[in-house]
């Protein structure tokens, strides 16, 4: 069975508990914010579970996670989810999206990265 991997941020979720359901990878504190950026492992057969929880409990919609292994990428927020290719190119739609809800570009620039070659 595969893992999954996601970043969340601690606050992001209506339920606080939801953070500490899942394996806690690594975990970086903002510079700016008052929030902790974590890395989560997610197995695959709580993949549908965590994606249908954490997109029901994020606070609204300039909240998104996304979550992946190899090969696949997903951005979920409240009321939409894409599952996008590594190649950027294939990121318009979900960009224009994430700019819809005034997400800064800079938070929208996600490293495609495997999980060989992660670092965290």
Request: aromatic share 16%; with cysteine; net charge negative.
């Amino acid at each position: 069975m595969k893992n999954y991997h996601s970043i969340i941020l601690d606050t992001e979720f209506k339920d606080p508990e939801f953070v500490k359901k899942w394996k806690i990878l690594g975990k970086k504190k903002s510079r700016l914010n008052p929030w902790w950026q974590l890395k989560v492992e997610v197995p695959e057969d709580k993949f549908d579970d965590f994606i249908k929880e954490g997109q029901k409990l994020l606070l609204n919609d300039k909240f998104y996670f996304h979550i992946y292994c190899e090969g696949e990428l997903y951005f979920v927020w409240p009321k939409r989810i894409f599952k996008v290719d590594s190649d950027k190119s294939d990121w318009q739609e979900m960009l224009d999206y994430a700019k819809q809800r005034h997400i800064p570009d800079d938070q929208m620039d996600i490293p495609v990265v495997s999980f060989d070659t992660e670092a965290y």
